[in-house]
């Protein structure tokens, strides 16, 4: 899943391109937004065709060579991101569509707006039908790349190296084993398994990668388990090979009678509280990813009954390091009886199970479940998700 940046983040970004006082291999300066659509939509292309793995920002508002910022309030040809959205999906793409945001930024009291072309494994864009406006054409067929502070590709064909760069990034093949295996992962589709048949599972068209159950399922105890309809659990290691090669060791864990398969979670305290614990997913690491896929994409933790946020689940460090924050301050907003009231046969069956012992209990759990939910509830109305 990819980070999302709040508008301080992304000021800060934009602020220190501007810093350097020149344009990049990834981000260029537009005093004003374009007045010919073909021009737009081949910046676009460019920043989506960079070479440098990172997202192309198409900053407006901004002069390209003072440095100044001018501002987009007044601008005749301003687009909103619905606008954008339309535009970029309404030309005729060889296969994938590049991926843009827009988000808007205030720096010396005028507005900038700031187009966000996503890095991806799709590249290279381009056309199968050419786009013209006016005397600018964008031919179909061609790949036209950001490199360094310039389009090429445009007057001549680009560079074969370039050209020969982007179709690596798409098929992984510069890519080590493990750069690979993060791609694959998040093409959660193409994993073939059956658990609760078959102990293994494997990318369809790469099935040199697969995931392997290793030995027999292992009675456990999490307190996440008293979460579900039936309160048992199983684990079993779980390795990641490439060919006959471990590359990555993991678990597999199961809840509610075998209808639940996800992966290991992650164990974090609370700030300024190191004997409170809970469980999550970073959607960003292997297991993350591979809790996408074991989900088929909704990454849901639930079984039978609803979501009690047994684990949390993070889009990714950022999104964790801010809800840390949140916990931290309102930690006493809920009474521990309130918690132990809402939980009671929870934290009951906790306690049956391990004493309401091991490293944290179900009324950890549940305490800090209950603030996730709040503060869930709150980001998203906020807008940034």
Excluded at 9 to 35: A, C, M, N, P
Excluded at 209 to 215: A, E, K, N
Excluded at 293 to 307: E, H, K, Q, V
Excluded at 367 to 382: E, G, N, P, T
Aim: charged share 30%.
């Amino acid at each position: 899943m990819k980070e999302i940046m709040d508008k301080i983040q992304l000021t800060e970004v934009i602020q220190s391109f501007r810093s350097f006082h020149r344009e990049g291999g990834y981000w260029d300066f537009k005093k004003e937004w374009h007045d010919n659509k073909a021009e737009l939509l081949l910046d676009i292309i460019c920043m989506a065709n960079n070479i440098e793995y990172k997202d192309g920002y198409i900053i407006i508002g901004i002069h390209d060579y003072t440095m100044d910022a001018v501002g987009v309030e007044n601008d005749k040809n301003r687009k909103n991101l619905n606008q954008l959205s339309q535009f970029v999906a309404g030309k005729h793409f060889a296969v994938y569509i590049p991926e843009v945001d827009l988000q808007t930024i205030e720096l010396e009291g005028h507005e900038i707006d700031v187009i966000i072309v996503n890095n991806t494994n799709h590249t290279p864009y381009y056309l199968e039908k050419s786009f013209c406006d006016g005397d600018k054409t964008v031919h179909h067929g061609n790949v036209y790349v950001r490199l360094n502070d310039r389009k090429a590709g445009v007057d001549a064909t680009a560079p074969y190296s370039c050209i020969e760069h982007l179709w690596k990034k798409r098929f992984g093949i510069n890519f080590s084993v493990m750069e690979r295996l993060s791609v694959l992962l998040d093409d959660r589709e193409k994993w073939k398994y059956d658990w609760g048949n078959k102990s293994y599972a494997f990318h369809e068209d790469y099935p040199e990668f697969r995931l392997q159950l290793s030995g027999e399922m292992q009675e456990g105890w999490w307190p996440a388990a008293a979460f579900y309809a039936n309160p048992g659990m199983h684990f079993s290691k779980l390795d990641i090979m490439y060919h006959n090669t471990v590359i990555y060791e993991t678990e597999m864990w199961v809840f509610d009678e075998y209808r639940k398969y996800v992966p290991k979670a992650a164990n974090s305290t609370v700030k300024g509280k190191s004997e409170f614990w809970y469980q999550y997913y970073n959607l960003s690491t292997i297991e993350g990813k591979l809790l996408t896929i074991f989900t088929d994409g909704t990454n849901c933790i639930a079984s039978r009954y609803p979501n009690y946020n047994q684990i949390l689940v993070f889009n990714d460090d950022l999104e964790k390091d801010e809800f840390d924050d949140y916990l931290s301050q309102h930690f006493d907003d809920f009474s521990d009886d309130v918690i132990k009231e809402e939980y009671k046969n929870q934290i009951r069956e906790d306690n049956a199970d391990n004493g309401g012992g091991l490293i944290f209990s179900a009324f950890q759990v549940a305490k800090v479940a209950k603030f996730f939910s709040v503060w869930r509830k709150q980001k998203d109305k906020s807008g940034y998700d």
